[in-house]
C-alpha cells in the first residue's frame, strides 16, 4: 500500500508539481475572494498568508535551485557552501521557517502578492528545468523533487483547515485533495488483529521521511480494532452524557446538530466521522465507552487489511512522535528532530489531504491540543 508518488519518476513528478502548483494557485485566489486584505489573526495554529505561499517557494527554490548537492539526495548537507545565492532579495531572512520564529511573521516586510506569485512561478520554471536536466532517475537524484511535492501539498492542506478556522469559504474542489484511501468497507465493525510481530516503518526503495526510516520489528498482542473511525451517532452521546465541550464548528439547532464546513452551516451526517477533536477529547471519549486508542504499529498493522476504512480524518493514536531505533536526520533537519516527545503521532489522511501524501506509513505529527486540525479517531477493545 505504498503511494506510488513515493517511487515518481522524472517525468511524473514533473506532473505532480505543475498539478500541486494548480492547486496552491487555486487556494490564493479562493482567499483573496474570501479575505481581500488576507489578514489572519496571530495563532499557534496559523500563519500569515503571503508567508505560507513565500516559503512555498523558497523551500523548493532552497532545496531544488540553490542546492548544488540536490542529485545526492540524503546523502547532501543541508547548509554550508553547498547552496546558491536565492533569486529574491532577502529570502532566506523572511521565509527561512528553520530560523524565522513563528511570532515574527506577522511583523516581517513580506513582499506583496503580485512578487509573491512572481517568485513561486519563477522558482517553479528553474525547479523543472534542473529536474529535466537530472542525469538519472535514482532515489538519490530524484529526492528533493519528491520532498518538494510533499512539501507543498502540506501547505495545501494547511491553507484548507486554516481557511475552515476562520469559517472561510473556498470551492469545494480545493478542499478535496484525494479519494478515500481505505479499501472498499464491508459489513463489519471491527477487524480482528492475530499477535504477530509487525516490521513498522518503511524499508526499501522509494521516497521516504526521515521519521519513518528504519524499519524495526514491534511484537504486538492480538487486538480488536474499529474498522472505520468513530462516527458522530457514536460520539453525540458521550457529549449529551457528560457535558464534555463541543467540537469547534458543530452546534445544536433547533433540535438538529448542524456541522461548518468552509464556512456553511450544514445538517449534521451521524454516520460520518467525528473531526476537530483534540488527543483529549479522543481519550475521554475511550474512557467512556471503555475502550482505548491504538498505537501506531497497530493502526499500521490493521490498515494492510480489507475492511479497514481510512482516509477521511487524520487519526489520533495513543503514541507519542518519538524517533524510531537508529533514528537518523535527512538533510531538511528540522522535519521531525525539534518535535519528538511534544507530539503526538496521528495515522491516515483527510478529505483534504493530496494523493501525494497519502501513505499507510505516513506519519503525521501534531500537539495533542489541536482542533482545528481534520482530525478523529479509531479505537481498540480493551
Given at each position: 500500500m505504498t503511494n506510488p508518488w513515493r517511487m515518481a519518476n522524472a517525468e511524473a513528478l514533473a506532473q505532480a508539481l505543475s498539478d500541486t502548483r494548480q492547486r496552491t494557485l487555486g487556494l490564493i485566489q479562493a482567499w483573496q475572494a474570501a479575505l481581500p486584505d488576507l489578514a489572519v489573526p496571530p495563532r499557534p495554529g496559523m500563519n500569515p498568508p503571503l508567508w505560507e505561499w513565500g516559503h512555498i517557494a523558497w523551500f523548493q527554490e532552497w532545496w531544488t535551485v540553490r542546492n548544488r548537492q540536490r542529485g545526492k539526495g540524503t546523502r547532501s548537507a543541508s547548509l554550508g557552501d553547498g547552496f546558491g545565492p536565492s533569486r529574491m532579495p532577502r529570502a532566506d531572512a523572511l521565509y527561512n521557517s528553520s530560523e524565522v520564529a513563528h511570532d515574527s511573521r506577522w511583523s516581517l516586510p513580506l513582499p506583496d502578492l503580485q512578487h509573491t506569485l512572481g517568485y513561486l512561478a519563477d522558482v517553479?520554471?528553474?525547479?523543472?528545468?534542473?529536474?529535466?536536466?537530472?542525469?538519472?532517475?535514482?532515489?538519490?537524484?530524484?529526492?528533493?523533487?519528491?520532498?518538494?511535492?510533499?512539501?507543498?501539498?502540506?501547505?495545501n492542506e494547511a491553507a484548507v483547515y486554516m481557511a475552515q478556522d476562520l469559517g472561510l469559504a473556498l470551492p469545494e474542489a480545493l478542499y478535496v485533495g484525494h479519494a478515500q484511501a481505505g479499501i472498499e468497507p464491508v459489513a463489519i465493525s471491527a477487524l480482528h488483529i492475530p499477535g504477530q510481530?509487525?516490521?513498522?516503518?518503511?524499508?526499501g526503495p522509494g521516497f521516504a521521511f526521515d521519521n519513518e526510516c528504519q524499519a524495526h520489528p514491534v511484537a504486538l498482542a492480538a487486538f480488536e480494532i474499529d474498522a472505520?473511525?468513530?462516527?458522530?451517532?457514536?460520539?453525540?452521546?458521550?457529549l449529551q452524557a457528560t457535558d464534555h465541550a463541543l467540537p469547534p464548528h458543530v452546534r445544536g439547532a433547533q433540535g438538529d446538530w448542524q456541522v461548518r464546513r468552509l464556512g456553511q452551516w450544514q445538517a449534521m451526517d451521524l454516520n460520518a466521522p467525528v473531526v476537530h477533536v483534540n488527543a483529549a477529547d479522543a481519550q475521554a471519549w475511550?474512557?467512556?465507552?471503555?475502550?482505548?486508542?491504538?498505537?501506531?504499529?497497530?493502526?499500521?498493522?490493521?490498515?494492510?487489511?480489507?475492511?479497514f476504512l481510512w482516509g477521511q480524518v487524520w487519526e489520533w493514536t495513543a503514541s507519542d512522535f518519538a524517533p524510531y531505533p537508529g533514528f537518523a536526520a535527512h538533510p531538511y533537519r528540522d522535519y521531525s528532530e525539534p518535535w519528538w516527545h511534544h507530539h503526538r503521532v496521528l495515522r491516515g489522511a483527510c478529505a483534504a489531504t493530496s494523493a501525494h501524501v497519502v501513505d499507510v506509513r505516513y506519519r503525521n505529527f501534531f500537539v495533542p491540543e489541536r482542533r482545528d486540525i481534520f482530525a478523529g479517531f479509531r479505537t481498540v477493545k480493551l
Open positions: 517553479l520554471a528553474h525547479s523543472l528545468a534542473h529536474l529535466r536536466a537530472a542525469p538519472e532517475s535514482t532515489d538519490d537524484a530524484l529526492y528533493f523533487w519528491r520532498l518538494v511535492v510533499q512539501h507543498e501539498a502540506m501547505h510481530v509487525w516490521t513498522l516503518g518503511h524499508s472505520m473511525a468513530v462516527t458522530w451517532s457514536q460520539y453525540l452521546p458521550f475511550c474512557e467512556w465507552a471503555g475502550r482505548r486508542l491504538p498505537t501506531e504499529a497497530e493502526w499500521e498493522c490493521a490498515a494492510q487489511q480489507p475492511g
